[in-house]
């Protein structure tokens, strides 16, 4: 006859269990021991049942030690099964040290790194280089790693900006971990010229053609002569109505205005192209190889290089990829990856027709340059000839072409 199965299920604590944690208790013999001393002890245990080798049941995972040794002072044979439910993954988890200690130390990093520079950005430049502006920013202690709260960002700008003569304005923003270097050139052009006192000034010789003006007080009129640098639209200006006849103010009145406009006269050119019968060119020779270096903070540690070490001439390229996380933070570290592509030069002399197809072009782009959208070419010549291994075009032409430079009327302004 096939033995009947009993089990004891306490529904409470299975589901207790599930969230404590718990692990399975076999018994081959003495279960009357056992669950004497459970008894006794008061240790709570469920789903008590017959096996084929002896008895089972469920405990929590914090009663685990002491039943185990309670079963051993008794010499009670039994097995205890593994951590089961809910802080089993976790329980696993902590038993890999190195993944745990990993966890920790990037938990450190973030934690600590909140007001710690790992990134520097700039905007705001045209020409002047932004590895040339960090550079010289970490004389005042603005590198990576440094703490954002020990940095007197007013002061150092204050003091940059002595320093520095191609800036006229920067600001160092702090966004999360990042610092955000803003600056502004003094040879870029405002983003609003406003309403600044200016004149409007020939920039050459010539033979007034038409004027069209939209500020200021004009000086000149069609036909009449100008000589360079003479005033042709005045930025003072006249308060009282001018030009009626028999009218005569003693004491006018005037304001300052921004002169705006254009002033077109008949001018003759002068434009000598000169190009050398010998050039340089840069060939590429197609080797290359990378260095790879992982950058922790300002740290570099080189960790992969292919090709040779170095070329005697070459372009450099270096690429940063940052690890970006939420709320506009990134890790300090990043991948650096540095191409070298090695090139010759090598000098090519040129043909008298080569020289002459380069000469025509560069004298087209100068002429398109200084007629602008409405100049007008009215005749043009051109000389040509090779000497001392250059090419020279020397053209002469006559156009129609604004000349009115705007110049502030205050040195201030300038």
């Known amino acids: 006859m096939k033995k009947r199965t009993r089990t004891y299920i306490n529904i409470a604590d299975m589901i207790l269990m599930f969230f404590f944690g718990y692990c399975e208790v076999r018994v081959k013999d003495s279960f009357e021991k056992t669950l004497n001393a459970l008894l006794t002890l008061g240790i709570r245990f469920t789903k008590m049942k017959n096996t084929d080798s002896g008895v089972s049941f469920l405990i929590y995972l914090g009663s685990r030690k002491k039943v185990s040794q309670i079963l051993s002072d008794q010499d009670v044979v039994f097995s205890v099964s593994g951590a089961k439910g809910l802080p089993a993954p976790i329980i696993a988890l902590s038993r890999r040290y190195g993944l745990v200690l990993g966890l920790l130390t990037v938990l450190t990093l973030c934690v600590v790194s909140e007001r710690v520079v790992w990134e520097i950005s700039v905007t705001g430049n045209e020409t002047v280089k932004a590895a040339e502006i960090i550079s010289d920013l970490e004389r005042y202690g603005v590198r990576h790693g440094a703490y954002i709260d020990s940095l007197d960002t007013y002061a150092i700008c204050t003091d940059y900006l002595l320093e520095n003569d191609k800036l006229s304005w920067i600001r160092i923003n702090a966004v999360g971990n990042r610092l955000q270097v803003v600056v502004r050139e003094k ?28 500020g200021g007080q004009r000086l000149v009129y069609g036909g009449e002569s100008v000589l360079r640098g003479q005033i042709l639209v005045s930025g003072l200006v006249d308060n009282e109505l001018s030009g009626i006849e028999g009218v005569y103010i003693e004491n006018p009145s005037y304001r300052f205005e921004r002169s705006k406009g254009k002033v077109f006269a008949i001018t003759s050119e002068q434009i000598t192209v000169e190009i050398p019968m010998t050039v340089t060119e840069k060939h590429y020779t197609g080797e290359n190889h990378q260095k790879k270096s992982l950058i922790f903070f300002s740290k570099a540690i080189n960790f992969f290089l292919m090709g040779r070490n170095s070329y005697n001439s070459c372009d450099i390229i270096e690429v940063y990829k940052y690890i970006e996380l939420p709320g506009e933070k990134v890790l300090p570290v990043c991948i650096k990856n540095t191409v070298f592509k090695e090139y010759v030069e090598r000098e090519i002399s040129l043909s008298e027709s080569q020289a002459a197809e380069l000469a025509e072009k560069e004298l087209a782009e100068k002429i398109s340059s200084l007629l602008g959208d409405e100049g007008t070419l009215l005749s043009k010549s051109v000389e040509a000839y090779c000497e001392d291994g250059i090419y020279t075009l020397k053209c002469s032409i006559g156009c129609i072409r604004d000349i009115a430079v705007e110049t502030p009327l205050f040195s201030s302004d300038g």
């Open 187 to 214: 040879n870029a052009r405002p983003e609003s010229e406003g309403e600044r006192p200016s004149n409007l000034v020939a920039a050459c010789d010539g033979l007034i053609y038409r004027v069209e003006t939209l």
